[in-house]
């Protein structure tokens, strides 16, 4: 079996070492270790594989916008070895056995562990629960459960999904939107939506529906994880939370530590996502809220569209944006160089916390001999102007066009053998 040898990188920022690897395993670490292929990993950081928690990975149903194979080696390209394949597909992935034909596509295509998110209720229709049980004893054995893309509104819906999946150590993670409250929603309420015209999506709608669910789960004593957190609102209730011993977990998106509303002023439906961009001081929340704890994850909300769903006017355009191949250079930028987060708490951010939420059992784990041979070799002193011709995913919907981005993947490893190498697929 080939080995394989990461020569003088910074393991999790810190001091230059060796990394063999052979048998799938994190053989040895150390210096001037020797292996059949070798990679230079002066000047990188390696961090163990990243998990995403919430990846549109759109098939079935959507092949025209991604599949199972091309989602996988955009997660590749961007450092991840897990992705959660969330549920809003064709069929929804409300049955054991679509989660099951999910799972299966995954493990063909072998290039990251998919696991697939089932849907809280049947059809996302939020009117009878999906058959949660059967989902989590599948093959796929599922744990986290969510409509994303719609919000679970019905309290008594979402009491009984948080109490339900406690027999199985599952997790519900909620799309925080009050939906009367964002009926024709187009971008964040503030000065730029009166501005521009456009219908205003308010923080109150997120904060809500976060504050009912807080106080649900802890009604129930159940897990909780709410999903791509936008406003400095959200950050206090879920630090009021956890002070009160809660169990709810929160996770912010790259694009929502990275951009502010302005950018709609351009009317460009790239920047179009659910839930919308927001000002500049939720933007300084999220990322202090991240950066203390108080957002355990960073996911990536991966959601590939087809042109002809995004290239349109603002009213008509998809929500969504693709963000698996940039993730990691935009925590670099937002986090890292700005010091609010060091190489360690981002491996905890974007690959311990997450596989522990998901409970995804050999993910996340510490760079040390033994341990699965999943790795990201990242080298965050290079800058690359992103050209969405040459994303990796089947769709363009990148926000990033034209934006000049600190850091490139070098190295991925999943299961001990490369997924990418020379910062292209291998
Ligand atoms: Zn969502």
């Given at each position: 079996?080939?080995?394989?040898?990461i020569?003088?990188?910074?393991?999790?920022?810190?001091?230059e070492?060796?990394?063999?690897?052979?048998?799938?395993?994190?053989?040895?670490?150390?210096s001037?270790?020797?292996?059949d292929?070798?990679?230079?990993?002066?000047?990188c950081?390696a961090l163990?594989?990243?998990v995403?928690?919430?990846t549109?990975?759109?098939?079935p149903?959507r092949?025209?916008?991604?599949t199972?194979?091309s989602?996988?080696?955009?997660?590749?390209?961007?450092?991840?070895?897990s992705?959660h394949?969330m549920?809003?597909t064709?069929?929804?992935?409300d049955?054991?056995?679509v989660v099951?034909?999910?799972?299966?596509?995954?493990?063909?295509?072998n290039?990251?562990?998919?696991r697939?998110v089932?849907?809280?209720?049947?059809?996302?229709?939020?009117?009878?629960?999906?058959e949660?049980g059967?989902?989590?004893?599948?093959?796929a054995?599922v744990?986290?459960?969510s409509?994303d893309g719609?919000?679970?509104?019905d309290s008594v819906?979402?009491?009984r999904a948080l109490?339900?999946?406690?027999?199985?150590?599952?997790?519900v993670?909620q799309?925080?939107?009050e939906?009367?409250?964002?009926?024709?929603?187009?971008m964040?309420?503030?000065?730029?939506s009166?501005?521009l015209?456009?219908?205003?999506?308010?923080?109150?709608?997120e904060?809500?529906?976060?504050a009912?669910?807080?106080?649900?789960?802890?009604?129930?004593?159940?897990?909780?994880?709410?999903?791509?957190?936008?406003?400095?609102?959200?950050?206090?209730?879920?630090?009021?939370?956890?002070?009160r011993?809660?169990?709810?977990?929160?996770?912010?998106?790259?694009?929502h530590?990275?951009?502010?509303?302005?950018?709609v002023?351009?009317?460009?439906?790239?920047?179009?996502v659910?839930p919308?961009?927001?000002?500049?001081?939720?933007?300084e929340?999220?990322?202090?809220?991240?950066?203390?704890?108080?957002?355990?994850?960073?996911?990536?909300?991966?959601?590939?569209?087809?042109?002809?769903?995004k290239?349109c006017?603002w009213?008509?355009?998809?929500?969504?944006?693709?963000g698996?191949?940039?993730?990691?250079?935009?925590v670099?930028d937002?986090?890292?160089?700005?010091?609010?987060?060091?190489?360690?708490?981002?491996?905890?951010?974007?690959?311990?916390a997450?596989?522990?939420?998901?409970?995804v059992?050999?993910?996340?784990?510490p760079?040390?001999?033994?341990?699965?041979a999943?790795i990201?070799?990242f080298?965050?002193?290079?800058?690359?102007?992103?050209d969405?011709?040459?994303?990796v995913?089947?769709?363009?919907?990148?926000p990033y066009?034209?934006?000049?981005?600190?850091?490139k993947?070098?190295?991925?490893?999943?299961?001990?053998?490369?997924?990418?190498?020379?910062?292209?697929?291998?």
């Open positions: 079996m080939t080995t394989y040898v020569k003088d990188v910074a393991i999790l920022g810190g001091a070492s060796d990394i063999k690897i052979a048998d799938g395993v994190i053989a040895a670490i150390g001037g270790l020797t292996g292929v070798v990679v230079n990993g002066k000047g950081v163990p594989g990243l995403d928690l919430h549109h990975l759109r098939e149903g092949e025209d916008a991604e199972v194979l989602g996988s080696q955009a997660a590749a390209m961007g450092g991840f070895t992705v394949a549920a809003n064709n069929p929804v992935a049955t054991a056995g099951e034909q999910v799972w299966r596509l995954g493990q063909q295509v290039l990251v562990d998919v697939p089932g849907a809280v209720t049947v059809g996302l229709e939020g009117t009878a629960l999906a949660l059967a989902m989590a004893e599948s093959a054995a744990r986290v459960f409509d719609k919000c679970v509104h819906m979402m009491r109490e339900y999946v406690k027999a199985f150590d599952g997790v993670a799309h925080a939107q939906p009367r409250l964002t009926e024709g929603a187009q964040n309420e503030g000065v730029i009166g501005k015209g456009l219908t205003g999506w308010p923080a109150v709608a904060e809500a529906i976060i009912r669910d807080v106080l649900l789960a802890e009604h129930v004593g159940s897990r909780l994880h709410v999903c791509h957190l936008s406003t400095a609102g959200s950050v206090d209730i879920i630090r009021w939370a956890k002070a011993g809660i169990n709810v977990t929160a996770e912010v998106t790259p694009h530590l990275y951009f502010t509303d302005d950018v002023e351009t009317y460009n439906p790239v920047f179009k659910n919308p961009l927001r000002t500049r001081a939720d933007v929340a999220v990322r202090a809220g991240l950066a203390d704890g108080t957002i355990d994850i960073v996911a990536t909300d991966h959601a590939p569209h087809p042109a002809e769903d290239d006017e009213a008509a355009a998809a929500f969504g944006m693709t698996l191949e940039s993730a990691l250079a935009i670099n937002t986090m890292v160089k700005p010091g609010l987060l060091t190489w360690a708490q981002v491996a905890d951010r974007m690959s311990i997450p596989a522990h939420i998901g409970r059992l050999d993910q996340g784990q760079l040390e001999v033994g341990s699965p999943h990201v070799v080298n965050p002193n290079i800058d690359i102007e992103v969405p011709t040459r994303t995913s089947a769709s363009r919907n990148t066009a034209g934006y000049v981005l600190p850091g993947v070098v190295a991925t490893f999943y299961r001990g053998r490369p997924t990418v190498l020379d910062g292209a697929l291998a």
